[in-house]
């Protein structure tokens, strides 16, 4: 592990994924997830890993022991987190804290009260005896060889209620052995300037390594994170994608794109935080929450530009717009096709397309009043290249592609008692001048109708046995139109198709989900089959 | 229009959602919907509504015509957001000025460039032509009666570029009897220390009202926001639920929570922050983007608690595990059924249920482990409240209510050519005693399900008719598991039922989105009976 960056030295980069951002609501992880989302932590080159807490539950024990073998760890370590030992008993005799020992992990972060009431009200004991629990949990996981943090939790409201207490459980931890006390602001409440002062006297108080663990109650955890180290934390918690429970943790990667990018800080190994945007999509796609289209830096918006007004400056100098190049976090510039972008971002985006129309000012005009027609009535080409590059190709050729002619489609959904409810489709088509009726089963609607599709299309274009249908989104549209509640309204369909090459979305709208689903699946089967016959 | 605070004078919470925050991807607004909203933020206590550019296009223009007409504003007042005058031309005689001063709102909002090269490169005139464009545009537009504001677009990368340029704009618009200089954050990079050095050098060199506009780049828009007014701003813009560009703009409800709860800054009229949940979900239901459960302060989650840690507490004192009241939002604490929490959490949500499940250890453990295996197969009751307590009473009374048997099911969707889609579902079941077989149609094939399953149990127990289906939500699950690609995956489907007093939601699971569906409709219809035989 030859690092020309200290990662577990100068500056902490600790991510809390696995623990605090899986106390987010709707979110679960399974081993298999928490092993997937270490390995994209580590691709990322984050100094610390928090796995989870050995011995609280079954999934955490058997992660550490998974983990020790399976992860080939390159940049980070995984940490073990855990209490502090029980009231009235020796550390060395608490199988929770001898589970932390026994992880493997080899760095223990123990969660510590560090606000009086807390002690006093949730852990029923006294001042004394958590500061005795502290001391001696430490001191005896240091004599056990493991790298101590203290996690002291709800810090900046114990520090608020009781500076001095608050301020004793730091020192405490320190002496017996803790390289690191991470302030936690447990209810996410804080605000920058508050952070700065607090951390300020904290690290005059006590002398103290410090760390920042912040959630966005406030909408600030970013900066309180940034605020924190420019008062002198070293050690900075985050989640990636923000994760975590509420309103979740710091957004780790916002944090240290803004420390690499705009405050000069060398804190992930050289030309790591370029993988970025495509880790943090990995991660969204391990918990099955969609990536956050607005998220700063890797969010698929983050450098999209849609007004008219921007779309002409972008022409003369992208710079003028972006407020850092996106290629620094794998982020790319991208123009949105939408009923407010003026014929320049039409232009713009056909020859992102590989079309230039900048000579045919008629032909600009047409599409650009056939995407605000077609946006009017609920579709949407922000995300469905694929659906308006046929839409481009009809305008400039004067015909759309087409390479099959649909007579009639049918689907049935049926169930019976016990038993689970299938779906077959029946679709009738021609294609090169032969007529086909094929039937498909699927698990669902949509997917019979998929497999009718292809089965018959395939008679007569043998590549799309390649294709594959890799997403499928459902959005219901304007449910406030008159006679438009519920499943009554407005349906768009987006559909990613794939030929293990490349992807492409298409979009269907309808009033029937069906229906809006049957016309993407169409137009991501055209797209594909004009993409291998051009 | 009598306030004891003056929203238009000391202080101004100045709204651009209808503007600024309809350039988000993927948002469109009718001019109803714009309407809609601005009764919302009005409801709010905004100072100012920015309504679009009048004259830009023909749906602003209408927003304006109608907004005078149609709109009775308690609180805020109409802004028309423009450009200054074209170079060369007099202000008096630009029509798009002129669009401006008759809009009726006003308040006009000017955007002028402050920075050089934009100036040079973008607006393509001179730096002395840019400052006169400023001077006469404000000046006409004062002699006009209206009141003025001047946004300086690009302004902290202008300032850095040329500072002496940038702040004689300022000082250009002021002088034309600007009230206020809004400095724009428009490519949003910049962190809340810098906001504060700009802003107090700005304040003090030009002795300029000054505002922020500050965009979420840097995941910091809420914290420069405070920090310009901590340095001495007093005009605030932004969107609400954080609309907008690329990252969004500042979370307005975040920014005046903050500065209210917070900071004690009296910023909105007295009261009308309790609103702020519902009125942000009001306005995310007209947008048409789901609301934001881990917003801050607003959103769902914002004051969930899953993990059995601080479930326990919770039963303690509330306090130790929130950062403020969430009544002062209008939010509400929540506790969440989950497989991360332990029978506390469970015994908390029966007690919010009415359900007292403290004294049987033994159903509390039946309820928790059920929950876990269900929630692993795809179900998920956080949301689903309804669905919950069927299980919870399934498990109290040791049978699950039940008003009607279903014998089997099966819908049909077609179509042919030039025809709309139709679908048409069978339902076979037994009410009362007597046998149904109804058929039912709709415009998808859950919407005719519904209708057949609602017109067979609506003749046993006519209080159905007033049951509708009102919200409707699909997600795809674990498309990762093997096989388990695009529409072949595992389908939760949430579906909310009202019957005009109430409304409640219901989850079902499965392989096939129609059958998930059914089972949400089965137990929407059957929590719904249960309500009314009680």
Redesign the interface.
């Known amino acids: 592990m030859a690092q020309s960056l200290d990662l577990q030295g100068s500056f902490h980069v600790y991510d809390t994924t696995l623990r605090d951002g899986?106390?987010?609501?709707?979110l679960?992880l399974s081993v298999a997830d928490k092993l997937a989302i270490a390995r994209q932590l580590d691709g990322l080159g984050v100094g610390f890993i928090e796995g989870g807490w050995p011995g609280a539950n079954p999934k955490d024990t058997e992660f550490f022991r998974r983990a020790v073998d399976e992860l080939d760890l390159r940049h980070a370590r995984l940490a073990a987190f855990g209490a502090t030992r029980k009231a009235g008993v020796a550390a060395a005799d608490d199988p929770q804290v001898a589970a932390l020992r026994d992880s493997g992990a080899g760095v223990v972060t123990l969660v510590a009260k560090s606000h009086d009431?807390?002690v006093e009200?949730?852990l029923r004991t006294t001042l004394e005896e958590n500061l005795a629990m502290v001391r001696d949990t430490v001191s005896h996981l240091r004599a056990e060889g493991q790298t101590v943090f203290l996690d002291a939790e709800?810090f900046f409201d114990g520090y608020r209620a009781n500076r001095d207490y608050a301020l004793e459980v730091l020192r405490t931890a320190t002496e017996a052995g803790a390289e690191v006390v991470a302030l936690c602001d447990?209810?996410?409440?804080m605000?920058?300037?508050w952070v700065t002062d607090v951390v300020s006297d904290v690290i005059a108080s006590t002398g103290a390594r410090i760390g920042i663990h912040a959630h966005?109650?406030?909408?600030?955890?970013?900066?309180?994170s940034?605020?924190a180290v420019?008062a002198g934390a070293t050690h900075v918690q985050g989640c990636i994608n923000?994760y975590g429970?509420?309103?979740?943790n710091a957004?780790l990667v916002?944090?240290v794109?803004?420390l690499e990018l705009?405050?000069d800080r060398r804190v992930l190994p050289d030309g790591l935080l370029r993988e970025a945007t495509r880790i943090a999509h990995a991660v969204a796609?391990?918990t099955?929450f969609p990536p956050a289209?607005?998220?700063?830096?890797v969010?698929t918006?983050?450098?999209?530009?849609?007004?008219g007004l921007?779309a002409?400056?972008i022409k003369?100098?992208p710079d003028?717009?972006?407020?850092?190049d996106p290629l620094g976090v794998g982020n790319d510039m991208r123009l949105?096709v939408?009923?407010?972008a003026g014929r320049a971002s039409i232009e713009l985006k056909g020859r992102e397309l590989g079309f230039d129309l900048s000579g045919d000012r008629e032909l600009v005009t047409r599409v650009t009043d056939r995407v605000k027609e077609m946006?009017g009535r609920g579709y949407?080409f922000?995300?469905a290249d694929a659906s308006f590059e046929l839409l481009l190709v009809e305008e400039v050729e004067g015909v759309r592609p087409a390479y099959f002619d649909?007579?009639?489609?049918?689907?049935?959904?049926?169930?019976?008692?016990a038993a689970?409810?299938?779906?077959e489709a029946t679709v009738k088509l021609k294609a090169e001048d032969v007529r086909y009726v094929v039937t498909g089963e699927?698990?669902?609607?949509?997917?019979a109708l998929?497999a009718a599709l292809r089965s018959a299309i395939g008679q007569a274009f043998p590549e799309v046995a390649k294709f594959?249908?890799?997403?499928?989104?459902?959005?219901?549209?304007?449910?406030?139109l008159p006679g438009g509640?519920?499943?009554?309204a407005i349906?768009r369909v987006l559909?990613?198709t794939s030929d293990g090459e490349s992807s492409w979305v298409t979009v269907g709208v309808?009033?029937?989900?069906?229906?809006a689903s049957?016309g993407a699946l169409i137009d991501g089967l055209t797209f594909g089959l004009r993409k291998h016959h051009r």
């Not at 003028?320 to 850092?324: A, D, I, K, P, V």
Request: aromatic share 4%.
């Open positions: 899986a106390q987010q609501e709707g679960n009431r807390h009200l949730a709800h447990t209810n996410g409440g605000l920058p300037d966005n109650d406030s909408g600030c955890a970013v900066a309180n940034l605020a420019a923000g429970e509420r309103t979740g957004d916002s944090v794109a803004n705009k405050l796609e391990v099955n289209s607005r998220q700063p830096y969010g918006s983050a450098f999209a530009h849609k007004a921007h002409s400056a003369v100098d003028l717009y972006q407020h850092m949105l939408s009923d407010m946006e949407t922000e995300a649909v007579e009639s489609w049918r689907v049935i959904t049926e169930t019976s008692p689970e409810a299938v779906s699927g698990n669902g609607p949509v997917n998929d594959e249908l890799i997403d499928y989104k459902v959005r219901i549209l304007d449910p406030s509640h519920g499943t009554d349906t559909i990613e309808g009033h029937n989900v069906i229906e049957w």
